[in-house]
């Protein structure tokens, strides 16, 4: 699982990074040349901040760590598409299931957040962040849209419509002047055929929300 694979890495970088602190720089220099530039600089540069914001040597590396794995995580297309691949089956399954908070499952990003743990004291990937739904689609501004659509519905169905989260998620498509605010993505589950899968995923949702909105006005039920 790739977040095996990005804990081991970050493990070698932050021991490389002690290393490099104690006057050692070869193993810094090596992991360098065959990590991207930006997840080395990522790690010590949130190390430096840390300290200087006077956390602990163990708190700084914690955060240098996982801040370093998310670096990697967004650097990974295929990582990216299984996370949004899961995340997007999780929302559209709360739309012909009973309403959970959760999926059974956890997502990748909780699974990452425990994968660091080196011991009791020391778990290098425990900040690591999970991104908004949102976020996925930042360079598809139609897809930001449903994802944001989807968010509100999910939200009025979990909470109550009071609820500051409910309110939040309806002020962000609001602002956003969202035209899908009023879709029933029951509807759009119902279009989307066979299992959910990483490739083609987030197509599949768009070209769903298409053949609701071009077939006759559905809107959201009520809860």
Same mark, same amino acid.
């Given at each position: 699982?790739? *977040?095996?694979? *990005? +804990? $081991? /890495?970050?493990? #070698? !970088? $932050? !021991?490389?990074y002690e290393m490099s602190r104690a006057g050692d720089t070869e193993s810094w220099d090596s992991l360098s040349n065959v990590t991207p530039p930006h997840v080395m600089s990522t790690f010590k540069q949130t190390y430096e901040a840390a300290s200087a914001a006077n956390n602990t040597h163990r708190q700084a590396? #914690?955060?240098a760590g996982s801040a370093a794995w998310n670096a990697m995580f967004f650097d990974? +297309? #295929?990582?990216?598409g299984f996370y949004t691949a899961q995340t997007i089956q999780s929302y559209m399954?709360? @739309?012909? +299931? &009973? @309403?959970?908070s959760m999926s059974a499952s956890p997502s990748p990003v909780d699974t990452a957040q425990v994968s660091g743990k080196i011991s009791e004291n020391l778990n290098l990937t425990r900040y690591v962040e999970k991104p908004r739904f949102t976020e996925l689609f930042s360079d598809n501004d139609n897809l930001r849209h449903i994802a944001e659509a989807l968010e509100y519905q999910r939200a009025r169905h979990l909470f109550d419509d009071? =609820? /500051?989260?409910t309110k939040e998620a309806l002020a962000r498509a609001v602002h956003g002047k969202n035209p899908y605010l009023d879709i029933d993505f029951r509807a759009v589950r119902a279009q989307i055929q066979g299992a959910f899968a990483a490739h083609g995923m987030a197509e599949r949702l768009e070209n769903s929300v298409a $053949?609701?909105?071009?077939? &006759?006005?559905?809107?959201p $039920? =009520?809860?």
């Open positions: 699982m790739q *977040s095996g694979l *990005s +804990k $081991a /890495h970050v493990t #070698e !970088i $932050a !021991i490389a590396l #914690e955060r990974n +297309k #295929e990582w990216v399954n709360n @739309f012909v +299931k &009973p @309403f959970v009071d =609820d /500051h989260r $053949a609701v909105t071009a077939g &006759p006005t559905r809107r $039920a =009520d809860r």
